[in-house]
């Protein structure tokens, strides 16, 4: 197994697909460097995942405390040069805890607070993402003192510089019900004034739009399938990323907030599941990684001759960054 590496001090393209590119290097390196400047103001859609302010410190590096806050507050306005005028920041903060206490954290909303307002950003509609496959934690409050509840959510924050960026929740219909698919073809139902003296007319769910207009949540549980990305990683010798995201969520956010070929951006890449999910869908992405055996092993998601063809060339930047 590759050790751990540490982040790169150039910024290189590490791999090129046929509608995007990864780079590597830090994040706030790349996106203030020369050879990006061209995509400055084009980007649709920032969906990404950056480190959570965790007290237990990760392989993949995260901050604590007021370090945290400020390194996020200021991506603020980095990340608002990016974006068209019509684009969208969608971004998943983790919940964090106060060390040693059953108290729930509340910096992950005050760096989300600094994030807006460095940024000038507009807070479009918070989203919950719930895991219900998650394990119980944290274990002490929940599985041996008894005194908190399981930790099965997190939060997504959808931000934009305009009060109404590009989005289409007719893209992300859910299915109907089988209580709705029954209304529909009897074209029965009881209208009039409800307890909450909300009036139900007569024609107003008698209407097929195709599906239920999607709520701000989203449950997706993460046991999918990663067989092929972990076989990949055996078989190279690399680590692989230890807090994958289901392609579903990046996927529902890439409908909802962009059309084909459009660009999304994902600066803290990670598996790159974010790059991978936009080339399946039509859409043009980048995406940035600091540590290149996750780097490296995220071509998984790609063609196998993709993989192929590149990983000599990985394996040797991986093993200089050890040096």
């Not at 001090?9 to 090129?16: Q, V």
Request: proline share 7%; hydrophobic share 35%; net charge positive.
């Amino acid at each position: 197994m590759i050790a751990e590496t540490k982040p790169v001090r150039s910024i290189k393209s590490f791999y090129e697909t046929e509608k995007g590119c990864l780079f590597l290097g830090k994040c706030e390196d790349v996106l203030t460097s020369h050879k990006i400047k061209h995509l400055k103001g084009k980007v649709q859609l920032i969906f990404t995942s950056p480190p959570f302010p965790l007290n237990e410190k990760k392989r993949y590096g995260n901050l604590q405390g007021k370090a945290y806050l400020k390194w996020l507050a200021d991506f603020g306005p980095i990340f608002s040069e990016m974006l068209t005028d019509t684009g969208s920041i969608v971004m998943e903060v983790g919940n964090a805890w106060e060390p040693g206490s059953p108290v729930q954290s509340i910096l992950p909303y005050q760096s989300l607070l600094a994030f807006l307002k460095a940024g000038k950003l507009k807070l479009c509609q918070e989203i919950t993402y719930y895991n219900p496959a998650r394990l119980p934690s944290p274990a002490q409050w929940v599985t041996i003192e008894r005194i908190r509840l399981k930790d099965a959510t997190t939060k997504i924050w959808w931000m934009s510089k305009t009060e109404k960026p590009k989005a289409d929740n007719r893209k992300v219909l859910r299915p109907y019900s089988d209580s709705m698919k029954k209304l529909l073809k009897t074209k029965k139902y009881n209208s009039g004034k409800r307890p909450s003296q909300h009036d139900i007319g007569k024609t107003s769910f008698l209407k097929d739009n195709e599906g239920a207009i999607a709520p701000n949540l989203i449950e997706v549980a993460n046991t999918y399938n990663t067989l092929r990305y972990q076989k990949f990683c055996k078989d190279q010798r690399l680590p692989g990323h230890p807090a994958r995201m289901p392609d579903k969520i990046p996927e529902f956010f890439i409908k909802f907030l962009t059309d084909e070929n459009d660009l999304v951006m994902d600066p803290f890449a990670g598996s790159n599941t974010t790059g991978a999910t936009a080339e399946r869908l039509g859409r043009r992405w980048l995406s940035i990684e600091a540590l290149p055996h996750y780097a490296a092993a995220s071509v998984a998601h790609f063609d196998e001759r993709l993989a192929g063809s590149l990983i000599k060339e990985m394996k040797e930047i991986v093993q200089e960054s050890i040096k």
